[in-house]
């Protein structure tokens, strides 16, 4: 027989509750949503949020190509049936990290509003906010960081949104964000003032 | 020209690291793997460990059937590739998690050693901790507290892990629950252990 002692260890049918992660990280949980066209600002911003976040001591993850691509949704290509697989799942793992209780930035171009609105759909009441980055492509195609509007030009890149594949413009995002008049250190501001209004986190005094 | 003042706040270009979420969390994220026989009792041990590190003062998150079966892989069946890409995307989340700093368990029948051995290859160096929650088929039978077993021998459900589909017992894993001997109370209590003792949390003075 056993000697093992567990004085201070219930048994338990059932998980921990969200309430309580929230409670003892000071936040209340959310998937923020970034959408826009590739190379319109989205994973700078999402960045940005987070480091802010983080130097106010919250908890927070992004989700983007750079973690989700070439992980889960490394088996899907880019068509319109693995894109909608690809967002189904991206919004899947956004809601595990919710019920975690992060607050969850996905930067994602997630082209297709069915797609959004299916994640919009499958969270909560409050738990979702989509915030369109509002970037012409004009703009976004003279940055061309990793040259991919030029590979789409030349059709070296097929299926490009907002190039040779639709991007649909959200009808109604909970904010849009108009890269060409704000830096991502000024969106960053306006979400996080967004996140205090809602209550997800508490104002900053000073 | 906008007039949003951003004074504390810093243009990033990459992700907030693991080690920075760690730190505030004062824990060391690792996967927890617990693998075994459908009703071995995989997810009490799982929910009780949950609570006690959650009563320490930790952030810990249980992946089961439960949050991952309807919800991410709500599109998979019980098919051998079914059950193998099943387990390789609750891998995938279950780094994602790490990445964010938790003490993660997951909880799956698992009942195939290569689908383990490739999320155990997945993660880094010392993130995951295989637990074979080694309860003799006969017993987890008797229990059998869903009526699984009931239905899985007049042939109701089909590829029954245990039954009328392979379970692979693990060959090395990190540790070994043998229920008939240990309470899920006593369990945890090892487990808590072995997480002192590798240095993922602190050891509790008292």
Redo the contacts between chains.
């Keep these: 027989?056993?000697t093992?002692?567990?004085t201070?260890?219930?048994?338990?049918?059932?998980?921990?509750s969200r309430d309580?992660?929230e409670s003892?990280?000071k936040q209340k949980a959310v998937l923020l949503w970034l959408t826009g066209l590739p190379s319109s600002g989205k994973?700078?911003i999402a960045?940005?949020v987070?480091?802010?976040l983080?130097?106010r001591?919250h908890?927070?993850?992004?989700?983007d190509g750079?973690?989700i691509r070439f992980?889960?949704n490394g088996?899907l290509g880019f068509s319109a049936e693995d894109r909608t697989?690809n967002i189904r799942?991206i919004g899947?793992?956004g809601?595990?990290?919710v019920?975690?209780?992060?607050l969850t930035l996905a930067s994602f171009v997630s082209p297709y509003s069915a797609d959004r609105d299916a994640v919009r759909e499958l969270m909560g009441e409050g738990d979702f906010v989509e915030i369109f980055i509002d970037t012409p492509v004009e703009i976004c195609e003279e940055r061309d960081p990793k040259g991919l509007y030029k590979k789409a030009r030349t059709g070296e890149i097929s299926n490009f949104s907002g190039i040779s594949d639709p991007y649909e413009v959200p009808e109604k995002p909970e904010m849009i964000i108009k890269t060409a008049?704000?830096?991502?250190?000024?969106a960053?501001?306006?979400i996080?003032e967004m996140l205090e209004k809602s209550g997800k986190i508490q104002a900053q005094q000073n």
């Design positions: 027989m056993s093992i002692k567990a201070n260890i219930v048994r338990h049918e059932g998980h921990v309580e992660r003892k990280l994973s700078t960045y940005t987070e480091h802010a983080a130097k001591g908890l927070a993850y992004v989700l750079d973690n992980g889960l088996n697989e799942r899947e793992v809601k595990l990290f019920d975690g209780g992060f008049d704000w830096t991502a250190e000024e960053a501001v306006l996080i």
